[in-house]
C-alpha cells in the first residue's frame, strides 16, 4: 500500500499506525502556540482543523487557494487541508517580487489567500497590492486591513473530505523563477501522489528512510518537492522528522537531533559548510545526504561527505518542478576527492530513472537526435510530467514535442549512458560550460563560497565571487589553463539577488553589474 490522496494523508498515516516525531526548529506559523514537536495524530488533527478554518472562509470543491508566507512545513499542512475540502492549493514563496507575485495572482485567481501581514506589508511598501487580486484573504499572524484574521476561524468543523478524479488539478508549485516570473505548474493526484510519492515511498536499499533514522529537510517548503518528500518520508515512517525553514539558525536544532539522513538546498549545505568543518560538528551520525534543485559543487560535497563518522553516500537529483525527478547519481568520497590532473565536477547526472524516465539530447535548432558525447537540448519523456501551466497553457505546450518534455537545459549523452549537464539554454557560453567553471573555480579557491559565471555575447565572461578576499596572484593561478575571463566581479551573499530556493536568479544579477539582458541562448526554454 502507498500514499493514495492528499487531504487525508495524515489519517491515513494515523491509521497506519505511524509513531513517527516531528521535530521542528521554531513553531508552525499555522499553530505559534503549539511548540516544536507533534505526533502524527497531532499532525491530522491540525490538519482537519486548518480544513475547517479554509471552509470557514468560504473555500468550497474546485477553488484556487494561494498561499504566500514565510518558509515552513505548513505549506504542506496547508495544501492537505486545501486538497482535503477538493480546493486546489497553490504554494507560492514570499521571496517572489511583489510585482511578480500580484502577477501570479491575477493569473491563478484564488478565492482566498492565506498570507501573513508582513507579506502585505512588504507588497505595499512595493507600491503592490496584493489583496485587489483574490477575492478574500486570510492572515495567519493577526489582524490586517481588508483581511480575515485567521483567530476569528479557529475551531470550526471542517466537512467531510472530497475525492477528486486523480487527474484533476490537485496542487499548484511555482518553479524558481531565476529568469523572470515564475511558472505556476499544475499537478494532480496520480502525477503527485500515485507518481512521485509513490516512487518515493517504496522501500529499497540505502536510500530510502529507515525504522531508526532522524531524518532532517531543510528546503523551500512550498516548492514542488516539499509534498512528495512529506508524504514518502512518513509513509516509511522513520523515528523522528526534524524540519528546519531557516537555514541561518539550524545550529541548535542540528545538535539537540542529529540527522542520520540530511535533504537541504544546495545554497543551504553551502551556508552549512563551516559547521560541517569543524571537529564538533552535528553531521557526524548522517549516512545519506540528498540534493536537489541545483547544482552542488565538488567543495561542498566533499566538505559534508567527510563532516561524518559514518561511510557516507550523497544523491545527487536532477529534476525539474515539471516533471519531478529525471536522473540521479551516487557521490563517494573517492569518486569528489580532489585530484590535481582534471578538473573535478558533479556536473555528471547520472543516469534516468530505471524504466520511468526516458532522455535524448537533440539539436537546438532541428530538434532532430545528436550523436553521443555532442551537446545539445536535453528532451525528457515521464509518465509524471505536469498537467500545464496556469494562464500560459501556450508556453507549455510550446515545450511538449511529440511526448517529449523540453527540459531548457544543454547537455550531453556519454558513451556510458549517463548525461552530463553544460547550463541552462538561456545561460549557454558556445565552447564552454559555466557549471563547470564554476566548479572549479570554487574547489581551487577555498575562500570563494560561490562562484557564478555570466556569459555576454562580444564580451568576456564575467565571474561574480562571493568571498571573503582573492589576492590577484591567487586568482592567476586558479585559472590559469582556464578560457579568458574578465575580471571577477566581488559581492556579498546577501547582496546576490536569489530565489525561494537560494538560486540566483542570474538576469537581476546582471543588471546589477551592468551586463544587460543579452545572452548567447535564446531563453526561450526557460
Known amino acids: 500500500m502507498k500514499p493514495t490522496d492528499l487531504g487525508t494523508l495524515f489519517d491515513d498515516l494515523v491509521d497506519r499506525g505511524v509513531r513517527t516525531i516531528v521535530e521542528l526548529s521554531r513553531p508552525l506559523d499555522i499553530a505559534p502556540n503549539h511548540g516544536t514537536q507533534y505526533t502524527v495524530p497531532q499532525l491530522a488533527a491540525l490538519v482537519r482543523g486548518a480544513a475547517g478554518w479554509l471552509h470557514a472562509a468560504g473555500v468550497r470543491p474546485g477553488d484556487p487557494v494561494a498561499v504566500v508566507k514565510e518558509n515552513h512545513w505548513d505549506y504542506v499542512l496547508l495544501a492537505c487541508a486545501a486538497a482535503r475540502i477538493g480546493a486546489v492549493p497553490a504554494l507560492l514563496s514570499d521571496h517572489v517580487p511583489p510585482p511578480a507575485l500580484q502577477l501570479l495572482l491575477k493569473r491563478l485567481d484564488p478565492v482566498l489567500l492565506v498570507t501573513t501581514r508582513a507579506v502585505l506589508d512588504r507588497a505595499r511598501d512595493a507600491e503592490t497590492d496584493l489583496l485587489g487580486f483574490t477575492r478574500r484573504t486570510l492572515t495567519l499572524d493577526g489582524p490586517h486591513p481588508g483581511a480575515l484574521d485567521l483567530e476569528n476561524l479557529r475551531g470550526k468543523e471542517p466537512p467531510p473530505p472530497v475525492l477528486r478524479d486523480v487527474d484533476e488539478p490537485l496542487v499548484i508549485n511555482h518553479t524558481s523563477g531565476t529568469t523572470g516570473t515564475p511558472k505556476l505548474v499544475i499537478h494532480s493526484t496520480r502525477t503527485l501522489v500515485h507518481g512521485l510519492s509513490a516512487t518515493e515511498a517504496t522501500r529499497l536499499p540505502v536510500v530510502s528512510s529507515r525504522p531508526n533514522d532522524t531524518v532532517c529537510s531543510s528546503i523551500a517548503f512550498c516548492h514542488g518537492r516539499a509534498i512528495p518528500w512529506t508524504a514518502a518520508v512518513l509513509w516509511l515512517a522513520p523515528r523522528k522528522v526534524v524540519i528546519i525553514p531557516d537555514a541561518a539558525d539550524a545550529e541548535r536544532t542540528l545538535r539537540a537531533h542529529p540527522p542520520t539522513t540530511l535533504e537541504a538546498l544546495p545554497s543551504t549545505f553551502v551556508r552549512w559548510q563551516p559547521l560541517a568543518q569543524r571537529a564538533d560538528n552535528p553531521f ?156 572549479v573555480i570554487e574547489d581551487r579557491l577555498p575562500a570563494v563560497t560561490e562562484c557564478v559565471v555570466l556569459g555576454t555575447p562580444g564580451q568576456l565572461p564575467v565571474p561574480v565571487l562571493v568571498t571573503t578576499g582573492v589576492n590577484q596572484a591567487e586568482w592567476n593561478h586558479a585559472v590559469r589553463d582556464l578560457p579568458a575571463l574578465a575580471d571577477p566581479v566581488v559581492m556579498s551573499w546577501d547582496d546576490v539577488p536569489r530565489t525561494g530556493t537560494g538560486k540566483v536568479r542570474r538576469m537581476e544579477l546582471r543588471t546589477l553589474i551592468r551586463r544587460g539582458n543579452d545572452t548567447f541562448g535564446t531563453g526561450r526554454w526557460t
Open 284 to 439: 557526524k551520525n548522517v549516512r545519506l545526504y540528498v540534493s536537489t534543485f541545483d547544482a552542488m559543487h565538488p567543495p561542498t560535497v566533499r566538505t559534508f561527505l567527510g563532516a561524518t563518522a559514518r561511510r557516507p553516500l550523497w544523491v545527487q537529483v536532477w529534476g525539474q518542478t515539471e516533471t519531478g525527478p529525471l536522473t540521479f547519481r551516487f557521490l563517494t568520497r573517492r569518486s569528489v576527492a580532489h585530484r590535481e590532473a582534471r578538473h573535478p565536477t558533479t556536473r555528471n547526472l547520472g543516469r534516468p530513472a530505471p524504466g520511468r524516465v526516458r532522455l535524448r539530447v537533440v539539436d537546438p535548432r532541428t530538434f532532430q537526435p545528436v550523436p553521443t558525447g555532442r551537446p545539445g537540448l536535453v528532451l525528457a519523456r515521464t509518465a509524471v510530467r505536469c498537467l500545464g501551466y496556469v494562464g500560459e497553457q501556450e508556453r507549455w505546450q510550446d515545450k511538449v514535442n511529440d511526448g517529449w518534455w523540453n527540459t531548457g537545459d544543454i547537455g550531453v549523452r556519454t558513451r556510458t549512458g549517463a548525461y552530463l549537464l553544460l547550463d541552462r539554454e538561456v545561460d549557454v557560453i558556445p565552447g564552454q560550460s559555466c557549471v563547470e567553471l564554476e566548479d
